[in-house]
């Protein structure tokens, strides 16, 4: 069974939420705590949504320098699936992990509301159980999710097909070029600004975000790359 | 009692009629204080008696009339006098639940004033041992023509946002009034949901004696010194100098509090714990000693300071938020100590508990404060003031607005267009909504629905309260209230169980204010009674007053009710084109005291309409049996605007639904000699509007006539941006739904942008 390392800082708090869509998913994931430096033979590494360390200075910027995230980059560099989303996302630009930043929302006001992606490519960990181009509507829910980025990385985005979620009809954050989503050069560190986790359940109206979680656990045992 | 050790602490001013008057207290209260001590109260003595025996912590003057409330019911397991009410769910589930207010510091702080409301009483709720899983908020502003009412509104909206947001607690729903009886008292009350296995229910009483007294998370300021007594006073011109009075709120503290506690109560090293809230360290010392009967004795130079040199009538009086008192077993205060450590905070013991039932304090060897700990909690004097009706209410409720030539859909686009009417997805797109993936219904229907994780039921929850009319008729708006909280939690599906209550009112010392707090209660009670919801706790909130007088009573009502099966869930917008539409209840066309008159005609006068519970009590029940039999596809309740609102409500849709739906209705034999006005906006209570599958349409009607409540089909939903169609006695009304969308969800945002826009251009 695929083993996924939930990784949760003081202030995570899409831990719960997270790990229990990851199971439903069938994985075998459990809790990693900040401190420690060991991943427990991790496959893969998800940094949940929250406010790691509150978040007052500048989202993530406190949680690059906590012990777990040399593990996260170690199995990173080997070429282990990472997921960040939300504030994990935020972590994930912080620590280098991936390119660019995400900066206060365009309308300076934290926003909360459902919005439609587009999945521009399946080449990924966490999105290949969509087809690609595939449509879904997922909840975004942060003050700090407009992802900028020099030209050069927008570039290099856009033209290696990196740019993994992207928002459909909304920009809810003004986030260049309407970018939700994307993946670093070796494909196997994603980060993603909305919520699948909270749309994988029938019960709540709405359950494509399982796709994130079950592309992940279809990918168990693939060398990273395999797909290309 | 033995001669008294009690020592003055160097540097404290002596206690004199002035200091005692600054203090609150009044003669007579000073004297039983003396009588009690037999000797002159020390400085930090005073503070204690100013913070416990004042209104907020003593309810001196509400205690005779809440003792009035139906407190139990099969679902009660905890009723008034604890952090929290709860009620006992299902399978061993129970959900603990609490509204409070914090009007006066939002007042002079909006942002802080709201942030550190939602953080006391989420404490309040997980002291339980429950975890939060829901928010909600029902804030009231003066009108947002005000460039001040418009700060108001902007900065608590932020508050609460920031701190439910950073504490990962979903903000569900909730209400937003706007009037202008609020303009310089806005009155800010938040409620915490949280759920917890029976099981693990722990209770704020202290016992054991030589168990330890533990300081747990934040460290203790100069910051919120005597937030309790000014809670209890009126805002004046001065109120702004409270400024620094205000706390100030750290959800991230609060998070790892909220772990840690829980946590702490799981392990059974504890066996009581409450928030240092309002009187801080005073009030939850020896509201803890009190309920188990036992006495303490506490160091406060062992309490963690922020700054040297604080004295003990500042420690004891620090309203420092984020806080917790935990009462460890006496042998496991290093385990208590090691969870509160890896949470990144600190434990500190700071006192133990005595047989002698004293409430003591020293500061290292010097004994600051000796009283009678039972008599310092229950000894407190308690009025019941003269209650009166104002003079003018009589002519008030006679009053009708003058004849006027309003045209029926001028008059629905102009109910759309009024903020407190209009969608407030300006507000709730700053709170998270879905955080804990457990959200079935959100903010921005009747009630809103939170799964019980892993289980099959969900717990549906909703605040309410028409304060117009409990102005115009204090008691038929307290049985008001608590309908349409009932009402809103049926329409999801879902059974009424309790309630809690925020009740905002002015100074009780005017006759007129009394009046309506106490008539007001009566009708809650009564409504509780009917409605089998009991009343589990909540916060009494007086002296909302300014210098342009008292607020419009308010008294809120937090309803929380059960759905045994979640999949039943019935939203309150259309769903399909040429689903069947039925109205339920009777149409009398009760215009007093209505949005039409106040908002439409501006004129705030008449006799609310007359709550017929048994009436109540059969819509409930009808609509909770329909939704288990999947009968339903929608289900809105009629209140504020009438059927016209809650029509053109339900064909608008949900803030992100693809499009509005139209609606054709026929109300030509409801209406029968009624005029146009009173059909399309009188507010008669006992009504919603349902849709279903036409297959089901006889169904629907038969199952209503069963249950004894008057049901109608009065037309069809129509087609995707269609148009909303009244075919009256005489005239025929429509109007395009994309037009009604567009001015429905734009109201507030279109206020606030250009208030904007024109303050920078300033």
Known sequence: MMRVAVVRFPGSNCDADALRTAREAGADAYYVWHRDRDLQQADAVILPGGFAYGDYLRAGAIARFSPVMAAVQAHADQGGPVLGICNGFQVLCEAGLLPGALMRNDRLTFVSRPVRLRVETDDTPFTSAFERGAIFTAPVAHGEGRYVASPDVLRALEEEDRVVLRYLDVNPNGATNGIAGIANAERNVVGIMPHPERVADPVLGNAEGAKVFESMVKRAGLPMGGAR | ?762
């Open chain 2, 1 to 762: 009692m033995s001669t008294s050790r009690v020592e003055p602490f160097p540097g404290d001013p002596p206690v004199t009629d002035d200091l005692v008057r600054q203090h609150h207290l009044t003669d007579d209260e000073y004297a039983r204080i003396k009588t009690m001590l037999g000797r002159t109260p020390s400085f930090a003595e005073l503070g204690i008696f100013s913070a416990l025996w004042s209104e907020h912590c003593s309810y001196k003057h509400s205690r005779p009339v809440l003792k009035r409330f139906p407190t139990e019911g099969r679902h009660v397991v905890q009723g008034p006098g604890e952090n929290a009410g709860v009620l006992r769910l299902r399978d061993g589930w129970a959900v603990a639940f609490k509204i409070e207010s914090h009007n006066h510091p939002s007042a002079v702080e909006p942002y802080q004033g709201a942030a550190t409301g939602a953080g006391g009483i989420l404490r309040d709720v997980f002291t339980m041992g429950a975890r939060p899983v829901a928010m909600l908020n029902s804030l009231r502003f003066g009108p947002l023509t005000d460039a001040r009412n418009r700060y108001l509104f902007g900065g608590v909206v932020k508050g609460v946002g920031d701190y439910g947001n950073c504490v990962g607690v979903p903000t569900v729903g909730g209400e937003v009034d706007f009037a202008p009886g609020y303009s310089t008292n806005p009155l800010v009350n938040a409620m915490c949901v949280g759920l917890l296995k029976e099981t693990d229910l722990i209770r704020a009483s202290a016992s054991g004696v030589g168990n330890i007294l533990m300081s747990v998370g934040a460290r203790t300021g100069r910051d919120g010194i005597h937030g309790a007594s000014f809670a209890s006073e009126e805002l004046t011109a001065e109120s702004e100098a409270r400024r620094p009075q205000v706390q100030v709120g750290d959800p991230f503290t609060e998070k790892l509090l909220l772990e840690a506690s829980l946590e702490l109560i799981g392990s059974g090293h504890i066996v009581a714990i409450q928030d240092m809230g309002a009187a801080g360290l005073t009030s939850s010392s020896a509201e803890m000693a009190a309920r188990g009967g036992v006495g303490v004795e506490i160091d406060t130079a062992k309490v963690p300071t922020r700054e040297a040199g604080m004295t003990p009538y500042e420690i004891l009086l620090s309203e420092s938020q984020e806080r917790m008192l935990v009462v460890a077993r006496q042998d496991r205060v290093e385990q208590v100590r090691a969870i509160v450590e890896k949470w990144e905070l600190t434990a500190v013991p700071i006192g133990h508990v005595t047989d002698d039932g004293m409430y003591r304090v020293r500061h290292g060897d010097r004994v600051v404060v000796e009283i009678p700990g039972a008599r310092l909690v229950e000894d407190c004097p308690v009025y019941e003031p003269e209650a009166t009706e104002g003079a003018e209410m009589a002519g008030l409720r006679r009053l009708e607005p003058p004849a006027s030539r309003m045209d029926p859909a001028d008059a629905l686009r102009t109910l759309l267009d009024t903020p407190s009417l209009a969608s407030k997805q300006w507000v709730y797109e700053q709170y998270d909504s879905t955080v804990q993936a457990s959200t079935i219904i959100g903010p921005g229907g009747d009630g809103a629905l939170i799964r019980v994780p892993d289980t099959a039921f969900a717990i549906a929850v909703s605040t309410d309260c028409n304060s117009r009319y409990v102005f115009l008729d204090p008691y038929e708006g307290g049985k008001a209230a608590v309908a349409e909280a009932a009402r809103n939690v049926a329409c999801t599906g879902a059974r009424p169980i309790g309630i809690t209550n925020c009740l905002n009112f002015g100074s009780p010392e005017r006759p007129d204010v009394f009046f309506q707090f106490r008539e007001a209660c009566r009708g809650i009670a009564d409504a509780c009674r009917a409605l089998d919801t009991p009343v589990t706790g909540g916060n009494v909130s007086f002296y909302n007053e300014s210098p342009a007088g008292p607020v419009d009573p308010t008294p809120v009502i937090g309803m929380v009710g059960l759905l045994d099966d979640a999949t039943h869930a019935v939203g309150s917008h259309f769903r399909r084109p040429g689903d069947a539409l039925v109205l339920l209840g009777d149409t009398r066309g009760h215009l007093g005291g209505s949005s039409y008159w106040a908002h439409v005609l501006h004129t705030r006068a008449g006799a609310p309409p007359p709550v017929d519970l048994p009436v109540e009590r059969r819509l409930v029940d009808f609509l909770v049996d329909a939704a288990r039999e999947s009968l339903l596809a929608s289900a809105h309740d009629l209140s504020d605007g009438g059927l016209a609102l809650a029509l053109a409500e339900a064909c608008i849709g949900a803030p992100y639904a693809e499009g509005p739906l139209g609606a054709k209705t026929d109300l030509r034999e409801i209406q029968g000699s009624l005029a146009t006005a009173g059909m399309l906006f009188g507010e008669d209570h006992g009504r919603a509007i349902v849709s279903c599958a036409p297959e089901f349409k006889d169904r629907v009607l038969a199952a209503a006539k069963r249950a004894g409540v008057p049901a109608h089909a009065i037309g069809t939903v129509g087609e995707k941006l269609g148009r909303l169609e009244f075919v009256l006695r005489d005239s025929t009304i429509r109007l395009g739904t994309p037009e009604l969308r567009e001015t429905y969800y734009t109201a507030i945002p279109r206020r606030m942008e250009a208030a904007a826009s024109q303050d920078a251009a300033d």
